[in-house]
Structures are given as structure tokens and as C-alpha cells.
């Protein structure tokens, strides 16, 4: 018999989906964006023959030039904020975050009963991680941190991916860890 307070274990499932696919494409605007481009003084291979090429000093990036407003600006940077948005969204009131919601409206009615109910408290912790490692980024590309977005956006797109198709949410295995060892999930 499924506990009272527990959730249809699809629901999570069904929200990684869609969160898999915004952070597909929050990671390529992020790798099209200005975290990836070189700037126009240096270049990948500054157009000249490998035999005078020469790599003087650091790498100049384009992110570490270009002003706050401009990074804040980038499609990448746009695509992975929201992405963060609905995170807190998940986090701050689970029954109302949109992907939720939209399953248990349109998809759970037309689904057969769960067998069994989960912890509403592994997925939870599993968005606020999703929000802390986006909001990193986000600050890191803000600082002008090259290539910050698009390896965070990347990393959450796995994360993501690894719970839609295979059901191996790392944000509750890392609850159970910690619940393991005693750092969250004591009852009183």
C-alpha cells in the first residue's frame, strides 16, 4: 500500500524531460554566446600560417571584455536563468512548479495508478542542487568567468538527462547519501 505523503515517482521523471530539453538548448545558446568566443585580438588561430603562430600571454577571452550588461544580455545566459527560475519555482512551492502541475493536469489522469509513492523530499533537494549549480554558473558568467555557462548548463543537462531516460536522479542519491550519514532527512 503507498504512503500518504508520498508522490507518483513519474512526476519527477516527467519534469526532467522537459528540463533535459530547455537545458539542451540553454547549453548550446551558451556555447554560441559570448563565454566561448575568443577575443578579435587573438582568435582561435589568429589566420596565420601554424609556423608563426605564437601563443603570447593568456588566453584573451571575449567575456572578460565585454560589460556586465552585455553578459547579462546573452541568449545563453537568458535560456540557463530561466532554467534556474524554475528551479527555485520547484523548489519554493513544489505542488504549483509548472512541470508538475502540467503532469499531474494532463499526463498522471491518464496513467494508471502508481504501484508505490516516493519521498517528496529526495526531488526536492534534487531541484535545489539544480538551482545552486545553475546559480554558480550564472554568477560565474557574470564575473566574466570564460566558459562558466556552458560547462554548468552542460553538467545540469546531464543531470537532467540521466533522470529522464534512465531514472537515476543524482540530486536524491545524493539526499540518501547525506541522509546516510545524518546530515539531512532526520525525524524527530
Do not use: K
Not at 86 to 104: H, I, K
Not at 114 to 127: I, V, Y
Request: aromatic share 10%; proline share 8%.
Amino acid at each position: 500500500m503507498p504512503e500518504a505523503g508520498g508522490i507518483d515517482p513519474r512526476g519527477p521523471r516527467f519534469a526532467a524531460s522537459i528540463t533535459a530539453v530547455l537545458l539542451l538548448i540553454a547549453t548550446l545558446l551558451a556555447l554560441l554566446g559570448i563565454s566561448t568566443r575568443a577575443s578579435a585580438s587573438f582568435g582561435w588561430f589568429a589566420y596565420q600560417p601554424l609556423g608563426d603562430f605564437a601563443f603570447v600571454g593568456g588566453t584573451a577571452w571575449a567575456i572578460e571584455m565585454t560589460p556586465v550588461g552585455a553578459r547579462v544580455a546573452d541568449p545563453g545566459f537568458i535560456a540557463v536563468l530561466i532554467v534556474a527560475l524554475l528551479f527555485l519555482w520547484g523548489v519554493a512551492s513544489p505542488r504549483t512548479a509548472p512541470w508538475g502541475a502540467l503532469y499531474r493536469r494532463a499526463v498522471q489522469a491518464r496513467l494508471a495508478p502508481p504501484t508505490d509513492l516516493e519521498d517528496p523530499r529526495p526531488p526536492r533537494f534534487a531541484q535545489g542542487v539544480g538551482l545552486f549549480v545553475t546559480a554558480v554558473g550564472l554568477m560565474l558568467h557574470v564575473l566574466g568567468v570564460p566558459l562558466a555557462l556552458p560547462i554548468v548548463a552542460g553538467l545540469a543537462f546531464m543531470a537532467a538527462f540521466l533522470n529522464a531516460v534512465f531514472g537515476l536522479c543524482l540530486g536524491c542519491q545524493l539526499w540518501l547519501l547525506l541522509q546516510r550519514v545524518g546530515l539531512v532527512g532526520r525525524t524527530a
